[in-house]
């Protein structure tokens, strides 16, 4: 095994199969420019990975005949052919939910400019509750503080923290009900 995981040809099985390879390259390179319709440069990454194959079989593969080695070549070609194919459909009929996906989605000015609104009536809404309310408010939604750490900061009960949020999201609520008469700005 070398650093990367992958096995190592014994020394002894180099020069035969630098033989192998200088026997059956031109031909199996033939074969593969038919399957790839001509393309040269993908054909020769199927002899590569053909070839890469036989090296990692080699201990079998070296028993066999030469004929029977032509098969097993092609065979494999053959194969890894079918499995690019199969992954490059594979990708193809997912391209357009990939693309549909990382596209940006078309400008909605009206709802960012309503946003922006109750954005700013929000900060209103906030600044205008009592101290101790608008206190809790900022560390829950504004610092994303849990219960507890804001509890433990303010030196209060957990349950004085819930009964402050409680207030405070029904005062934003009522307070952004004309932004969002159907509840989708709710606040949590």
């Excluded at 400008?107 to 906030?126: G, P």
């Excluded at 608008?134 to 303010?154: K, N, P, S, T």
Aim: glycine fraction near 6%.
């Amino acid at each position: 095994m070398d650093d990367g995981g992958e096995a190592r040809i014994p020394l002894c099985h180099v020069a035969e199969l630098a033989d192998f390879f200088t026997a059956h390259d031109q031909w199996l390179f033939g074969h593969a420019c038919v399957r790839t319709r001509g393309d040269r440069e993908l054909a020769a990454d199927l002899v590569q990975d053909t070839f890469e194959a036989a090296a990692r079989a080699w201990d079998l593969l070296r028993e066999h005949a030469g004929r029977r080695q032509r098969a097993w070549l092609l065979a494999t070609l053959v194969h890894k052919d079918i499995s690019a194919f199969r992954r490059q459909e594979a990708f193809r009929r997912r391209q357009p939910a990939i693309l549909s996906r990382y596209q940006p989605t078309a400008a909605d000015t009206e709802a960012e400019a309503l946003n922006a609104i109750a954005l700013a009536r929000a900060r209103e809404l906030i600044e205008d509750m009592p101290p101790r309310q608008r206190e809790i408010a900022l560390l829950r939604w504004q610092d994303h503080l849990r219960i507890a750490e804001i509890a433990a900061r303010l030196g209060v009960a957990e349950g004085t923290v819930h009964a402050q949020l409680h207030g405070a999201r029904r005062k934003l609520a009522a307070g952004l009900e004309p932004y969002y008469p159907t509840g989708e700005g709710a606040v949590s």
